[in-house]
């Protein structure tokens, strides 16, 4: 079996190579794996262990409970669980050790936080920019996109001119784990786009394919699009931070709101389970909590306040009923 040295990264560095080039990772996570395994590298080496064969399950553990005092959130060890593991599984096709210490290894649980969202007339307001220059036009399209189409970031840069199909009324998006799916684009999206690209040559450089260019005339950015859509939230009054996955969230908490339909919602998302969509049910839910506050009778507080969010509380039913 070949001896594989802590202080020496290149196993680590040829596993994130096989997860770009053989996995086809995105770049975020394949980045954020390199991080994960990098800070389990240097946990072990503290410890006095001298190579990847020597961690076993009370190491593993150990490990856990470093990153949680660390202020690490049940999410984030996961997901450096789920590295370690998969790092271990790499490692044991080559023969370079001989077990996975983090089999079975789980993650303290951790308060399951809901999406952020804005409300109907807040995503209205925010995408109506109006008329301008082409950076306007470009700024609408993607804002109106983003929000039609419920599209992640990365998926939205990676977007060419021929995978805009303003015909048919679709986009083909390439999402995680190189997945291929056509999403409607509706008909907000579809103008927006249209002024976009009756602008798009005088910003485009010579042969660039990509639908969205930056000042440069070059594909733009993930950040340079966070940065943008930031400036119109302030410009728009939006009132809170808006990032682009919240108006991905938007989309699909007001399309399941409008529909009930989960896997439909799932398969525009582009959603490889359907626990990953389901909490897109508590959205739908605080939506009723609201409405039943506003309209009940029995919702109503001694005095005239608002009534209590049913998603908060749950009325005790009668003794006799238990």
């Avoid at 023969?95 to 079975?104: D, E, K, L, Q, R």
């Avoid at 009930?260 to 939506?287: C, K, M, N, P, W």
Wanted: proline share 4%.
């Amino acid at each position: 079996m070949t001896v594989a040295r802590l202080p020496d990264s290149m196993l680590i560095a040829d596993f994130i190579r096989h997860l770009k080039n053989e996995r086809r990772f995105s770049p975020h996570t394949a980045a954020a794996y390199s991080r994960d395994l990098e800070r389990l590298r240097v946990f072990c080496h503290s410890a006095g262990v001298e190579d990847w064969s020597a961690v076993d399950g009370r190491l593993a553990l150990a490990y856990v409970a470093h990153l949680h005092r660390a202020g690490l959130g049940g999410k984030s060890i996961q997901r450096s669980l789920s590295a370690a593991r998969s790092f271990y599984r790499h490692m044991l096709r080559s023969a370079i050790v001989s077990a996975n210490p983090f089999t079975g290894v789980v993650a303290p649980k951790s308060r399951k936080r809901l999406p952020e969202s804005l409300s109907v007339d807040q995503a209205a307001r925010l995408v109506d920019l109006g008329d301008g220059d082409w950076f306007v036009a470009r700024d609408r399209a993607i804002l109106e996109l983003l929000y039609s189409s419920g599209l992640r970031l990365a998926e939205l840069v990676s977007l060419d001119l021929a995978d805009v199909d303003l015909a048919e009324e679709v986009v083909r998006v390439t999402g995680k784990g190189s997945k291929v799916r056509l999403v409607p684009v509706g008909r907000f999206a579809r103008d927006a786009i249209r002024r976009w690209l009756s602008t798009r040559s005088v910003a485009v450089r010579p042969g660039e394919q990509a639908l969205f260019v930056g000042r440069n005339g070059q594909r733009l950015g993930p950040r340079a699009v966070q940065l943008r859509l930031r400036y119109w939230a302030r410009r728009q009054g939006a009132g809170i931070p808006v990032h682009p996955h919240m108006l991905r969230h938007s989309f699909a908490s007001h399309l399941l709101e409008s529909s009930g339909d989960l896997r439909a919602v799932q398969e525009l998302l582009g959603h490889a389970h359907i626990s990953t969509t389901q909490i897109y049910t508590h959205l739908d839910f605080q939506h009723l909590a609201r409405v039943y506050d506003g309209a009940h009778p029995r919702a109503q507080r001694r005095g005239g306040g608002a009534g209590r969010s049913a998603a908060r509380s749950t009325p005790r039913r009668p003794k006799a009923d238990r």
